[in-house]
């Protein structure tokens, strides 16, 4: 299915509801790889980490699921946007590791690069700096 990125084994989350809002938390850890300025990478997503899938406006919400085809890539977006994450990634490289991970995973480049276009035009509400 991937070609410059895999998964070893589907994620293992619930669904959960924080007031109106669902979300998911991943049941154990999550490891994405995929290669990156032509390296192997690979994100490690503890367990317990929560994640609203694609963070879509109600405007796009019709386009795509936010929990649908490559949720696993929104996922790991999030945490690469979170303080949990390693130290040495940049804003800037996350957002560019989540449009190559959408590309990879065989969205239609229309729709990634739209989301990609958000996070980097919008991403700093939500980016914590380390």
């Not at 293992?12 to 999550?30: M, P, Q």
């Not at 690469?80 to 560019?96: F, G, H, M, V």
Request: glycine fraction near 6%; charge should be positive.
């Amino acid at each position: 299915m991937f070609e410059n990125c895999h998964i070893n084994k589907p994620i293992n989350y619930s669904l959960i509801k924080n007031n109106d809002k669902k979300l998911i938390r991943l049941e154990e850890d999550f490891t994405f790889y995929m290669t990156f300025f032509g390296q192997e990478q690979a994100v490690i997503v503890p367990q317990g980490f929560i994640s609203d899938g694609f963070s879509l406006p109600k405007l796009f919400k019709p386009l795509h699921n936010p929990f649908g085809k490559g949720v696993e890539i929104a996922i790991v977006h999030d945490f690469l946007y979170s303080k949990q994450s390693p130290s040495n990634i940049t804003r800037a490289e996350a957002d560019l590791f989540f449009k190559e991970g959408m590309a990879c995973m065989g969205m239609k480049p229309w729709k990634y690069n739209l989301f990609y276009t958000a996070v980097w035009a919008f991403g700093w509400l939500r980016y914590k700096k380390r």
